[in-house]
């Protein structure tokens, strides 16, 4: 049996010098700075950010490295370590959404993002080095907008990337990239994490949309080796793709279903069953309420799973291992019956965790391929890491890869 490849990450200033030389090799001159965001994992709170409700994501030691220089004019050009001799070329001047093919949308939409807010934000030239996987689950994409967002604010003086709340609006330029210009769904989660996570914490993120930045995070303590835990994350290397229809139909659902119910969102709903005198008949009311079975079960994973997140802060902060580690359980069964969105490889990878000691194992992230993560006991991630490979190639699957998670801060400028 294969041994599992297990995925480091970049010390800061490898991911610069490789960032830089990269720049140089491409452009011919020297970058004016380099910036990086990370990678993240959320620990429970799936498909819920879009539904106005409770996530809970820490960031990646793994990060996205951007070196780049602002131009005078409007065009853009990126590069990235994948295809090191392949640069991407778009003019900002007349853009429109869906204007940019292929990864150069991600780049190219955050500098279009903030010149539709009204920002004096010109071209640039830029170059990509990550060692977040790609089409993992764990957000390579927001690492690449974030980043991309804290360069060209600080490179063009918008003064938003040294505060929280400032931050807010890189966040929301970072967002519009990748649902109007990428074409991709999203709600919003992986970009705040990538912005807002702070070393040693979980950010529990309120996604309603009537609060302020300074209102809808909160710090929570995410303290791994207190409690002498791991969190394996684990790629399962199955096709991970969210444009391609699957996440926006389950946004319509729940945006239709919320319509029929009268709310605003979905959130207003769960609040309303949390608060009711018999909870578990109000849920059952509200599903009644609904006209068909695939729209019930899209509405009962997104009201039970937000609740899951309370549960969660509350097991956590109370060193109570083995209920964070039932709630992980549910929350995977959840998607997995309810949500629809786990795949063979997850629900397998999932299972060989929960047989081989984990405390719980869900997958993490918008499914249809992708990640999972289950808390062990330390010293055991890479022991159940093997197991996880060892049965997958039994059953034909692609070798997975995985990586030791931890809170890690967020977006900076490192050179």
Request: aromatic content about 6%; charged content about 25%; proline content about 4%.
């Amino acid at each position: 049996m294969a041994k599992v490849e297990f995925i480091a990450p970049l010390e800061s200033e490898d991911g610069v010098a490789r960032a830089t030389e990269l720049f140089k090799a491409a452009y011919g001159e020297a970058p004016e700075g380099v910036w990086s965001s990370p990678g993240r994992v959320n620990l429970i709170g799936e498909h819920t950010d879009y539904n106005a409700g409770l996530c809970l994501p820490i960031a990646l030691p793994h990060r996205t490295y951007i070196a780049l220089k602002p131009r005078t004019d409007t065009t853009v050009r990126v590069v990235s370590d994948i295809k090191p001799d392949d640069i991407a070329t778009a003019d900002l001047d007349g853009l429109e959404a869906r204007g940019v093919d292929g990864w150069a949308a991600y780049p190219v939409g955050v500098a279009w993002a903030l010149r539709e807010k009204g920002f004096n934000v010109r071209g640039f030239d830029a170059a990509f080095v990550s060692c977040v996987p790609l089409g993992s689950g764990l957000s390579s994409s927001a690492a690449m907008t974030c980043s991309t967002a804290l360069a060209l604010d600080d490179v063009y003086g918008l003064g938003y990337g040294q505060s929280d709340s400032g931050r807010v609006t890189l966040i929301n330029a970072a967002i519009k990239s990748e649902n109007e210009m990428a074409g991709a769904s999203t709600g919003g989660l992986d970009q705040n994490a990538s912005m807002r996570c702070t070393e040693g914490h979980a950010l529990l993120l309120d996604c309603r949309p009537e609060l302020t930045p300074l209102e809808n995070v909160s710090q929570q303590p995410f303290d791994l080796k207190a409690n002498k835990l791991e969190l394996l994350a684990l790629d399962t290397q199955a096709p991970h793709q969210l444009n391609d229809g699957q996440y926006a139909e389950r946004r319509s659902t729940c945006e239709k279903a919320a319509e029929i119910l009268g709310v605003a969102n979905l959130r207003v709903t769960a609040d309303a069953i949390r608060e009711a005198d018999d909870p578990a008949k109000a849920l059952q009311d509200t599903l009644d309420a609904l006209p068909d079975e695939n729209m019930k079960k899209r509405v009962r994973h997104v009201v039970t799973e937000i609740e899951r997140v309370r549960e969660f802060v509350k097991a956590f902060a109370e060193n109570d291992i083995e209920e964070a580690g039932r709630l992980f359980n549910a929350s995977h069964d959840s998607l997995a019956v309810d949500y629809e969105v786990t795949v063979p490889e997850l629900d397998v990878a999932v299972d060989v965790a929960r047989r081989n000691g984990a405390y719980g194992a869900r997958m993490t992230g918008g499914g249809f391929g992708g990640s999972i993560i289950a808390l062990v006991d330390a010293g055991r991630s890479e022991e159940v890491a093997q197991k996880i490979a060892d049965e997958f190639e039994a059953r034909g699957f692609h070798a997975p890869r995985a990586l030791a998670a931890y809170a890690a801060p967020s977006s900076s400028r490192d050179a």
